[in-house]
């Protein structure tokens, strides 16, 4: 507890400090009245914004974002510099080593996406895959249903392979869909934050290989919280985001090409449908070509500032440790919930997402009534389901910098206090 209130202190003390910079005020008295008379505009200045920022302090123990560490804002908070400067391609670099740490990987076409893991999966599913081409996707929650609409947008064939929210697919059901739709590409979801599922990748990237298919495999929510080995397990395409485990803001998005998706890539016959995500562009401004950088967009510098800090911690204190911080207190937090008389969505305890906590709503509850008596009383996000959970469950992130006993406790304590002061209908 004490460790949370320090956090907490520390990141009000912060804001105090933002909210005491922003003090001036533009006040009309300032601009002559003859100017104003004269003025041409029809749309007055918005009144909210003559007045200072204001944010809350809210716990994030939601399924993300979650808190950013003082560490991470100071950095983020740093002066900008050129997005073609050569000391921001040297924390571009950075980035690159810290990202291929992150995911076990010594692929040289790693790097970050300007954008969130939305931008990733398009990035991932524009760049491997031609229109008309057939793809395989996973569908065991929100992330395969976005896949599979990005892939039918962008004119790819796109083939669903579902089960329930909750459940995982089988080595050997996907073996019967790659042979029966021969796909360019199979898609999956390593951490299906909607449904709390961390869905097993061993024998994966052997099974595609061995139809000619490439591995996508999404771990926003669980990168740097459940162990992941791209090259061991011989993942193609993986992706993730910041603003999870990693403690990062939203808006940057670690993504990592196997050799064998480089080649698919780089002997398109098209041009892929996006020039912002195109990696032949994109490879080569984070000097993955080894030719000499050129301009194709701005590229978000605070953003990465504040990525490279983030980095830099996972590599402190280490990526196993990471891993095993995350798995425990997920025990300990289940292990409360249960002492609470609550009921854990995922049935099979191998399959429990350690970041992100699916609980069933509990019988005659609604679940806006929980999560909104948690973020009056505490000022704690915890949230419903999305997708085809939304209605069935409960999230609970504990998720890097937040991934403590002392936040593990208080949500437990906010949602026995919830479930003693929320109506229970008697239907």
């Not at 008309?132 to 929100?142: D, F, K, P, Q």
């Not at 070509?289 to 996972?314: C, M, N, Q």
């Not at 609604?366 to 505490?378: E, G, P, Q, S």
Request: glycine share 8%; with cysteine.
């Amino acid at each position: 507890m004490q460790r949370a209130l320090i956090c907490r202190g520390a990141l009000l003390a912060q804001q105090v400090a933002l909210e005491s910079s922003l003090t001036t005020r533009i006040s009309s008295v300032l601009v002559p009245r003859s100017y104003r008379a004269m003025s041409s505009l029809t749309v007055p200045a918005p009144a909210s914004l003559l007045l200072p920022l204001k944010v809350p302090y809210r716990l994030m123990l939601g399924p993300g974002p979650s808190n950013v560490p003082p560490r991470i804002l100071s950095a983020g908070g740093r002066p900008i510099i050129g997005h073609m400067h050569k000391e921001m391609f040297e924390i571009m670099d950075d980035i690159k080593k810290g990202i291929q740490y992150a995911f076990q990987t010594k692929n040289e076409l790693t790097m970050a996406i300007s954008g969130s893991g939305h931008a990733a999966m398009e990035a991932a599913l524009y760049n491997a895959v031609e229109r008309g081409e057939t793809v395989l996707i996973g569908v065991n929650g929100i992330w395969g249903e976005r896949a599979a609409d990005i892939s039918e947008r962008m004119g790819a064939d796109a083939k669903r392979l579902v089960k329930l929210p909750g459940e995982c697919f089988t080595l050997q059901e996907i073996e019967q869909a790659l042979s029966k739709h021969k796909p360019v590409l199979f898609f999956i979801t390593h951490g299906e934050s909607s449904t709390g599922i961390a869905h097993p990748l061993d024998g994966l990237g052997a099974l595609c290989h061995k139809y000619n298919c490439l591995l996508l495999v999404d771990s926003v929510a669980s990168l740097g919280g459940a162990p992941i080995y791209m090259d061991k397990q011989e993942i193609d395409i993986l992706y993730s985001g910041s603003q999870k485990v990693l403690n990062a803001p939203p808006g940057t998005a670690p993504i990592s090409f196997s050799e064998r998706a480089k080649q698919k890539i780089f002997s398109r016959k098209t041009k892929p449908v996006s020039f912002y995500l195109d990696m032949s562009w994109l490879a080569n401004y984070w000097g993955c070509d080894g030719k000499p950088r050129v301009y194709h967009h701005t590229g978000p510098v605070s953003g990465l500032f504040s990525l490279r800090e983030s980095l830099a911690i996972l590599a402190e204190q280490g990526l196993e440790n990471y891993w095993k911080n995350h798995q425990e207190m997920a025990l300990y937090l289940h292990q409360g919930l249960e002492k609470l008389g609550l009921k854990l969505f995922v049935k099979d305890k191998n399959l429990r997402l350690p970041t992100v906590t699916t609980i069933a709503v509990p019988e005659g509850y609604d679940w806006r009534d929980i999560t909104a008596y948690v973020m009056k009383n505490y000022s704690i996000e915890i949230t419903g389901g999305l997708g085809p959970s939304v209605g069935m469950v409960l999230r609970v992130g504990l998720m890097g910098y937040n991934c403590t006993k002392a936040n593990a406790d208080l949500v437990l304590q906010a949602l026995g206090d919830a479930l003693q002061h929320c109506h229970k209908s008697k239907v």
